[in-house]
C-alpha cells in the first residue's frame, strides 16, 4: 500500500458527525498528511517522520466531539479546524498539532478532542507503528442549538433536529442571534401571525426584542408533529404551545421546512394561530 492510499484509508474510517459540533472526514483542505515506520522496540520519546508506507492504516476506536465555545457559539462564529494526531504503537494520542484553523477561538477545543481519541495502532509488517494522521473538525452554530425537551414529543430520526431545535428556541426562548437565524431560514421566508404577512427573518427579530411577533412569552412547547415529503427533501412541523393557568390557551405553528441548493436545511414558511382553551 503507497503513502496516499494507506493516510486516505486512515481519513475514510473517521464517521462523519451533526451537530456538535461534528467530525467531517473528507480531506480537502491540507491534503494528505504521511506517516512514518517507527519500530515497536524504537524510540517513540521523538514524533515520527513525515513519509512512509504502512500495511494497516490505524482504526479509530472511540472519537470524541469537539465542545463548541461559548464565545464563539454566542457570537455565531462558524468554521473548522484541521489538526493533526501523532498515533502512537499504543494507538494512544500522543500529540495534537493544529494544521490549519478557520478561527483561534476553535483551536483548544479541537486539540482538547483530538486527544481523547483512541485508535487501534497502524501496522507494518504485524507490528504496531508511530504514525501522524490528519482529522478535520467542523463547528456549526445550527448544529448546536439545544434546548431541553420537556414536554415535548421526541423527534423522529427522519426529521432534522436543527429544524425543530430552532423553532423551539424562537418559540421559548432564549431567540436566536441574526446570525443563526439567516443559516436557517431563507432570505425569502414568510411569517403568518394574526392575519398579517411579513419576512420571516423581520418576526424573529421583533420576537428577540420581545415584541411577541410570533409567540408570547410564558408559553411551552406542549408537542410537535411531524410530516415529510417523499424523498425527504422537505417536510413540515406543528408546534403546539401552551401557557399553564386554570385554562390552557393553546396555539399552533405550522413550518414547512426544505433542503437549499447547497443541501443545508432551511425554514422557508411560518404560520401561526391560536387554537381553543382547555379546563386544566
Known amino acids: 500500500m503507497n503513502t496516499s492510499t494507506a493516510i486516505l484509508a486512515a481519513l475514510a474510517i473517521l464517521p462523519a458527525g451533526a451537530g456538535a459540533q461534528s467530525l467531517d472526514t473528507t480531506p480537502d483542505s491540507v491534503g494528505p498528511i504521511a506517516v512514518v515506520y517507527r519500530p515497536i522496540r524504537g524510540d517513540t520519546t521523538k514524533p515520527p517522520a513525515d513519509f512512509v508506507d504502512v500495511d494497516k492504516a490505524p482504526v479509530v476506536i472511540t472519537k470524541v466531539e469537539p465542545e463548541y465555545p461559548a464565545l464563539a457559539l454566542k457570537a455565531g462564529i462558524e468554521g473548522k479546524v484541521w489538526v493533526k494526531i501523532w498515533v502512537d504503537s499504543k494507538g494512544d494520542a500522543r500529540d495534537v498539532v493544529i494544521l490549519k484553523s478557520d478561527a483561534d477561538i476553535f483551536n483548544a477545543s479541537a486539540i482538547k478532542a483530538a486527544s481523547q481519541f483512541k485508535f487501534e495502532?497502524?501496522?507494518?509488517?504485524?507490528?504496531?507503528?508511530?504514525?501522524?494522521?490528519?482529522?478535520?473538525?467542523?463547528?456549526?452554530?445550527?448544529?448546536?442549538?439545544?434546548?431541553?425537551?420537556?414536554?415535548?414529543?421526541?423527534?423522529?430520526g427522519e426529521v432534522p433536529s436543527a429544524v425543530t431545535n430552532f423553532v423551539r428556541r424562537v418559540l421559548v426562548g432564549p431567540v436566536p442571534d441574526s446570525a443563526v437565524v439567516h443559516s436557517m431560514v431563507t432570505e425569502n421566508a414568510q411569517s403568518i401571525a394574526g392575519g398579517y404577512l411579513k419576512p420571516l427573518r423581520?418576526?424573529?427579530?421583533?420576537?428577540?426584542?420581545?415584541?411577541?411577533?410570533?409567540?408570547?412569552?410564558?408559553?411551552?412547547?406542549?408537542?410537535?408533529?411531524?410530516?415529510m415529503a417523499e424523498g425527504g427533501g422537505s417536510g413540515y412541523l406543528v408546534a403546539r404551545t401552551e401557557k399553564k393557568s386554570n385554562w390552557a390557551t393553546v396555539h399552533y405553528h405550522t413550518v414547512v421546512f426544505g433542503r437549499d441548493v447547497t443541501g443545508a436545511w432551511k425554514v422557508m414558511c411560518w404560520q401561526s394561530w391560536q387554537g381553543g382553551r382547555t379546563a386544566r
Not at 495502532?121 to 501522524?132: E, L, M, R, T
Not at 490528519?134 to 414536554?151: D, G, H, L, M
Open 121 to 156: 495502532p497502524a501496522q507494518i509488517k504485524g507490528k504496531p507503528v508511530d504514525v501522524w494522521v490528519s482529522v478535520p473538525f467542523r463547528y456549526r452554530v445550527a448544529e448546536k442549538v439545544e434546548i431541553p425537551t420537556q414536554n415535548a414529543d421526541s423527534v423522529s
Open 202 to 227: 423581520v418576526a424573529i427579530a421583533e420576537q428577540r426584542k420581545g415584541q411577541s411577533s410570533l409567540e408570547q412569552p410564558g408559553r411551552t412547547v406542549a408537542s410537535f408533529t411531524y410530516g
